[in-house]
Every structure is written in C-alpha cells, then in structure tokens.
C-alpha cells in the first residue's frame, strides 16, 4: 500500500502468525532483490484493552521505527479492506501512543492523535538549515520526529526532498528525522495532499492510503 507516495508492505498477525526476523525484513526491503518499501509494517493483536490492534513499524535495515501517520493511514484501509474490522473508528496501539483511525466519505483516511509536541531548534542547527536554503520550518514529534518546511506554492515542485532528507538527517540532531513540504495554503505536493487540521487540542490528518498488490513471501 502508499499513503503520498510513501510505500508499505503490510503483515498481519491476526488470522496467523507472520515470522519475521531482522535478517527478513532486510531482505524484504531490498528494492532490487526483494519488494521494496519505505516500512514494513505489522498489525497484531492488541496490548491494551482500549485498543482495537498494536502496530508495529520497521525500517529497510531491520531497525523498529517509533511511528508513521502515512502508515497507520494504510493500516485502516487495510483492515476495512479485508474484513478484518467493521468500517468504522480503529483504535491502534503504537510504541509511541494510541492513534485513531477513520474512513471518510471519500477513498482518503482519517488519522487523529493528540496535538504534537513542538522541538526548539538549537542555534547552530538553525544556521546549518539555512545554508541548506530552509528558511523557515518547524520540528515536531508526533510519535516520530518531523521537520516541516514551509514552501510557496511556485517553490514547492522545485525541491529535491530526498537529496535535501540525505543532508539533513546526516546530523545528529536530525537523525531519523522525517522531512515534508507543507503550503499555509491548500494545496497539494509531489506526493499528494494531505489535510491537516487542529481541533481541540488533537491534530486531525486526512489523506490517501491506495492498495497497489498483494502477494507471498517466499525466501525463508
């Protein structure tokens, strides 16, 4: 599945359970020897009993991921999609916090979790920023670290975020830190249009999570 361009291998361990090693998943992740992905993501039965599932996420060398809105997205459209769960509001436990899932009137999904915590920006990060000509962002933690650039809408198609994502997360300050373009003005980037909206004390995310396939694993 992609939610903006962002792409996910979903596995489920619910109707049985899904054997997944470090070793594994960075085989899985191997764009040219394996599927490919930005995540892989896995969806098990729940910790807490206020939670519908726990989610766990995993990057392409085999580290465990804190949280991803993108993915969780994907989560609900997955579910729904395979009659795993009634068409309505998921609760999802993640390693970082609890996430509510809902479908909307369109194809797009509702993500809503408590309002981020903003990160002040040391001095010296700031300087670094700009000579890497971002001049005006805001680093958030929403169960994962973000750093949001501000973009007008004719500069917004001209950035090269992954060339920009490699320079700035090769800082210790930045490390592992997701990297997104937003408008103050509706609108949508490269990857698609997300909505984002703050509603009391929650931030509210709406976006695309779009199934591209579905197949098995079968290297050991």
Known sequence: MHGNGNDFVLLENLTQTQQLTKAKVIKMGDRKKGIGFDQLITINPPKKPFHDFYIRFFNTDGSEAIMCLNG????????WKENL????TIILGTKSRTIQIDPTNSKQVK???????FIKIPKIEKGFLKKTVIQ???????????????SSR????????SALSKVVRARKFFKDTNISLFMRERGASKGGKITLKKINGKL???GPAEFI???IWQKK
């Open 85 to 88: 769960f009634p068409k309505k």
């Open 213 to 215: 396939c579905e197949g």
């Open 136 to 150: 005006k962002c805001y680093f958030v933690n929403t169960g994962n670290n973000h750093l949001l650039i501000e």
């Open 204 to 206: 509210e995310m709406i």
């Open 154 to 161: 004719h500069k917004i198609h001209s950035y090269d975020l």
């Open 111 to 117: 993500a809503t979790i408590n309002f981020p915590n």
């Open 72 to 79: 969780v997205r994907s989560v609900g459209a997955f579910l």
